[in-house]
């Protein structure tokens, strides 16, 4: 019940394109879901995040789609370019003391010229 | 804002030996700490969570003995690996959340190698 399962595990975009991944949750306690960026030898960085309370949140190319009857959310990289080529995780929490927050198995994305 | 910081970012030990990774929120005070393991090409493994001021608590599996975590302040958490072994060459990431307890922000990481 604490597994978020994420789709694709890879995944190659032609530049311009749209990026999906996909993310399915169990725990209908999870109340906090970002989305984490990481470059090889990097650590994750955050870059989207959104609460059950509301279905849509944009920030510039990136979005965050979230259907909270279906317990699925998905980012959608819009003109999607070869900088954004990383691995993406998708993560759940419940928020409070000590959230620990539940990662996806990770997709990488490779954006070709 | 909400940057943090660890050192070193690679390190070479030898089989035995102990190493000690700093991690520190530079703009914020972090109420809570994590402290992740990475293998190549897979996700990442909470170890354990920290809070200022008490006694780490250890995930399933991961051996607090040789997982040394101290939260000794709201800016600074260490993690040392005692007695290293080829076997914990890994990446290793620390986290750090403020008081809102919401948003987990990772450090660059640590690349460990033993030999």
């Known amino acids: 019940q604490q597994q978020v399962k994420q789709s694709p595990q890879s995944l190659i975009v032609q530049k311009g394109g749209i990026s999906i991944i996909n993310c399915a949750y169990e725990?209908?306690?999870?109340?906090?879901f970002p989305w984490y960026q990481q470059f090889p030898g990097k650590g994750p960085a955050l870059l989207i995040a959104?609460?059950?309370?509301?279905s849509e949140k944009k920030e510039g190319r990136f979005t965050i789609s979230f259907n909270k009857s279906a317990k699925q959310f998905s980012l959608h990289i819009m003109d999607s370019q070869p900088g954004d080529s990383a691995t993406y995780f998708c993560?759940?929490?419940?928020?409070?003391?000590?959230?620990?927050?539940?990662f996806g198995t990770g997709t990488r994305l490779q954006v070709t010229l | 804002g909400a940057v943090v910081s660890q050192h070193p970012s690679w390190v070479i030990c030898k089989s035995g030996t102990s190493v000690k990774i700093e991690c520190r929120s530079l703009?914020?005070?972090?109420?809570?700490m994590f402290w992740y393991r990475q293998f190549p090409k897979q996700s990442l493994m909470l170890m354990a969570t920290?809070?200022?001021?008490?006694?780490?608590?250890?995930e399933q599996g991961v051996e607090k003995d040789k997982f040394l975590i101290n939260h000794a302040s709201l800016t600074l958490s260490t993690l040392t690996v005692t007695s290293a072994h080829p076997e914990d060459s890994s990446f290793y990431i620390c986290?750090?959340?403020?008081?809102?307890?919401?948003?987990?922000?990772f450090g660059p990481g640590t690349r460990l190698l033993v030999l």
């Open positions: 993560a759940a929490a419940t928020t409070g003391t000590a959230s620990k927050l539940t």
């Open positions: 920290s809070n200022e001021g008490s006694k780490a608590t250890y």
């Open positions: 725990n209908t306690a999870f109340d906090y």
């Open positions: 703009d914020f005070q972090a109420t809570t």
């Open positions: 986290s750090a959340m403020g008081h809102l307890q919401e948003t987990q922000y």
């Open positions: 959104i609460r059950p309370d509301v």
